[in-house]
Nanobody, 125 residues
Framework: QVQLVESGGGLVQAGGSLRLSCTAA????????MGWFRQAPGKEREFVAA????????YYAESVKGRCAISRDAAKSAVYLRMNSLKPEDTAVYYC??????????????????WGQGTQVTVSS
């Protein structure tokens, strides 16, 4: 089993920044993709950003492109999401997810094998 633990959420004013962290523990894989999803109250879970093991290719949802940056530290089995210029509509529970590396699209939540418990991000106007 793999345990994913997120941290870094909190309350921030619009225009502010946050850095979310996610660390994987337990069973490890030699190659894996990691992503961030979010779910706002009353809405479905949606893709935010992801990074491929191969080449470190990154991909972002249009709603956060230019405001967010995903990065990873393979030595620490960690992934980070830096969010800038936060908006009230970014308010959600943010989830870290991991899957064994594959070539299928990064945006599909069904493709991910392991999930963290989530960390709340609240952006006040």
């Amino acid at each position: 089993q793999v345990q994913l633990v997120e941290s870094g959420g909190g309350l921030v004013q619009a225009g502010g920044s946050l850095r979310l962290s996610c660390t994987a523990a337990g069973r490890t894989f030699s190659t894996y993709d990691m992503g961030w999803f979010r779910q706002a109250p009353g809405k479905e879970r949606e893709f935010v950003a992801a990074i491929r093991w191969s080449g470190g290719f990154t991909y972002y949802a249009e709603s956060v492109k230019g405001r967010c940056a995903i990065s990873r530290d393979a030595a620490k089995s960690a992934v980070y999401l830096r969010m800038n210029s936060l908006k009230p509509e970014d308010t959600a529970v943010y989830y870290c997810a991991l899957r064994t590396a594959r070539t299928t699209p990064l945006v599909n939540s069904d493709e991910y094998d392991y999930w963290g418990q989530g960390t709340q991000v609240t952006v006040s106007s």
